[in-house]
């Protein structure tokens, strides 16, 4: 068990660039694939990006690839999510999770640990 902490969210103009960060307690996070998802007003909490135990596999949804960039540090315990020429419609909640599993996945009941979610807001 452990505890996801975000990180990193603000207010950004459209192309600009923000980097989240999960900090993660625990000694078994480097076994944990992690997901970043996000939610925004009156919508359903969607999936952005994901990667696996070891770094190397990641998979991103189809509105943010090419613009974000989802990395991990296992020494640090910290998963980063780089995003790059924002758009408003980025603007969400940004949530960091933690399966227990090794692999990555892209819906939300794979998922077992949730942080408590950074905003990021995009003004046009």
């Known amino acids: 068990q452990g505890q996801l902490v975000e990180s990193g969210g603000g207010l950004v103009q459209a192309g600009g660039s923000l980097r989240l960060s999960c900090a993660a307690s625990?000694?078994?996070?480097?076994?944990?694939?992690m997901g970043w998802f996000r939610q925004a007003p009156g919508k359903e909490r969607e999936f952005v990006a994901t990667?696996?135990?070891?770094?190397?596999?990641?998979y991103y949804a189809d509105s943010v690839k090419g613009r974000f960039t989802i990395s991990r540090d296992n020494a640090k315990n910290t998963v980063y999510l780089q995003m790059n020429s924002l758009k408003p419609e980025d603007t969400a909640v940004y949530y960091c999770?933690?399966?227990?599993?090794?692999?990555?996945?892209?819906?939300?009941?794979?998922?077992?640990?949730w942080g408590q979610g950074t905003q990021v807001t995009v003004s046009s």
């Open positions: 625990g000694r078994t996070f480097s076994t944990y694939a």
């Open positions: 990667i696996s135990r070891s770094g190397g596999s990641t």
């Open positions: 999770a933690a399966r227990t599993l090794a692999t990555i996945a892209v819906v939300k009941g794979a998922y077992d640990y």
